[in-house]
């Protein structure tokens, strides 16, 4: 009853920037804990970064110090700058939402960084 929609993805040489969005919609019961994740082609998904309702972030340590998550709650969204981007970045990008008990994902952005 959820729903999450990312955007922002795209291609960006190396060492550029973009800016990832994500909105949730439909029935918002309390949102708790917001979070990206991410997946290379034959690589597993893994976690990227995570902003808890009061603004505690907690980083992967692979873009530690380039990238940066924040929130609206008013407007129910949570944001991911990439900064200095890599090659190594390259992959579809999910935001992750904890709407009450229950985990929320959405259809997934892809970044693709040339080098």
């Known amino acids: 009853q959820v729903q999450l929609v990312e955007s922002g993805g795209g291609l960006v040489q190396a060492g550029g920037s973009l800016r990832l969005s994500c909105v949730a919609s439909g029935k918002i019961f309390s949102i708790g804990d917001m979070g990206w994740y991410r997946q290379a082609p034959g690589k597993q998904r893994e976690f990227v970064a995570t902003i808890a309702s009061g603004g505690f972030t907690h980083y992967a340590d692979s873009v530690k110090g380039r990238f940066t998550i924040s929130r609206d709650n008013a407007k129910n969204r949570v944001y991911l700058q990439m900064n200095s981007l890599k090659p190594d970045d390259t992959g579809v990008y999910y935001c992750?939402?904890?709407?009450?008990?229950?985990?929320?994902w959405g259809q997934g952005t892809l970044v693709t960084v040339s080098s």
């Open positions: 992750k939402v904890l709407n009450w008990y229950l985990e929320v």
